[in-house]
């Protein structure tokens, strides 16, 4: 069964993964999700504050 949508912990590990240079629909294929759901945490529409909690987990 295939997933409709990304936890919050998955979120930060989209944005970790973005930023080491992987492409969206990679990521998307990893998790088995609809590459618009990773669109949609990278312009923040769901999912809001991940971006800081990776950005912390990154400089840690």
């Known amino acids: 069964m295939r997933k409709t949508s990304l936890t919050f ?6 944005w ?3 930023w ?3 492409y969206q629909h990679a990521i ?3 998790y088995g999700i609809n ?7 990278l312009k923040e ?3 809001i504050g991940s ?3 990776a950005a912390s987990k ?3």
């Open 9 to 14: 912990d998955e979120a930060v590990d989209v």
């Open 16 to 18: 970790l993964r973005h």
């Open 20 to 22: 080491s240079g992987q």
């Open 28 to 30: 998307a294929a990893d």
């Open 35 to 41: 590459p618009g759901r990773v669109n949609e945490v």
């Open 45 to 47: 529409r769901t999912h």
């Open 51 to 53: 971006r800081l909690v």
């Open 58 to 60: 990154r400089s840690a």
